[in-house]
């Protein structure tokens, strides 16, 4: 039962790392796609802000091939719970960051297709969104890493 909960705990956070990146990169892509339509010479100056979403989608699928080392069949259910619990943290937090960093690179990606020239500040606020995930990944491989 235990190896079941792991694995169901691992799955949930690479699966919703990855939906909640697919979100945000959906919003980003259609913000650029409207942008580079009047002036694809921008295609640099947004590519970064449209990728910032993509993170989390990478940070739950490093946390889950981690986790997965933690992992065998002679789990007990209380040592399967704490893998769940340890993928929390990165879980949620990379699918909520995910997609409102989505949403804030959204406005940014508009304000460089009307201004080019505060692309590179543009970065900063999608990026302290980044920063929970980020934090989330760190608690969840000090959790996972007790194991």
């Known amino acids: 039962m235990g190896y079941t ?8 956070c690479v699966l919703l790392c990855g939906i909640g990146s697919c979100i945000g990169l ?3 892509s259609t913000a650029a796609a409207g942008v580079l339509g009047e ?3 921008k295609f640099g100056k947004v590519m970064v802000l449209v990728l910032l979403p993509a993170t989390q989608g990478i940070y739950g699928f490093i946390i889950g091939i ?8 002679a789990m007990t259910t209380a040592q399967g719970w704490a893998i769940f619990s340890a993928m929390l943290p990165m879980t949620i937090s990379g699918f909520v960051s995910a997609w409102f960093q989505g949403k804030s690179a959204v406005n940014c990606i508009y304000a460089v297709g009307k201004q ?3 692309s590179g ?3 900063v606020y999608p ?5 929970y995930a980020i934090l989330g990944l760190i608690i969840s491989i000090m959790l996972v890493g007790q194991f």
């Open 127 to 131: 990026g302290m969104i980044e920063f």
């Open 26 to 28: 959906y919003k980003t």
């Open 66 to 73: 981690i986790a997965s080392g933690s992992v065998n069949a």
């Open 39 to 41: 002036d694809p010479k």
């Open 116 to 118: 080019e020239s505060l």
């Open 5 to 12: 909960i792991a694995l169901i705990g691992i799955a949930a």
């Open 121 to 123: 500040k543009m970065i």
